[in-house]
């Protein structure tokens, strides 16, 4: 059974950066994608980034390309999402998602594991 445990979140201000992880407790953290996504209160969670198996492709949501980035360790069964110049529309419940083929589907029902979500909150 996949256990995903976020950390990292918190209140930052605007033009900081925050570095989330995520634990991947299942036993052949390779062979899983692995994804960020987020939600603000009142809105749909939305895709922001995602990372294939092996770490050699990745996709980025838009309004994250060129501040954001995602990255893994597959000796530590861990992805990371660092997050630079963040903005106050960046405040959200951060999740990370997890799903066993590598087709970076930016669609929140595409990936069947998920954490239990990291607070972010950026302040102007």
């Known amino acids: 059974q996949v256990q995903l445990a976020e950390s990292g979140g918190g209140l930052v201000q605007a033009g900081g950066s925050l570095r989330l992880s995520c634990v991947n407790s299942g036993r052949t953290f390779s062979s899983y994608a692995m994804g960020w996504f987020r939600q603000a209160p009142g809105k749909e969670r939305e895709f922001v980034a995602a990372?294939?198996?092996?770490?050699?492709?990745?996709r980025y949501a838009d309004s994250v390309k060129g501040r954001f980035t995602i990255s893994r360790d597959n000796a530590k069964n861990t992805v990371y999402l660092q997050m630079n110049s963040l903005k106050p529309e960046d405040t959200a419940v951060y999740y990370c998602?997890?799903?066993?083929?590598?087709?970076?589907?930016?669609?929140?029902?595409?990936?069947?594991?998920w954490g239990q979500g990291t607070q972010v909150t950026v302040s102007s």
């Open positions: 990372v294939s198996g092996s770490g050699g492709s990745t």
């Open positions: 998602a997890a799903k066993l083929n590598n087709v970076l589907t930016s669609i929140p029902s595409g990936w069947p594991y």
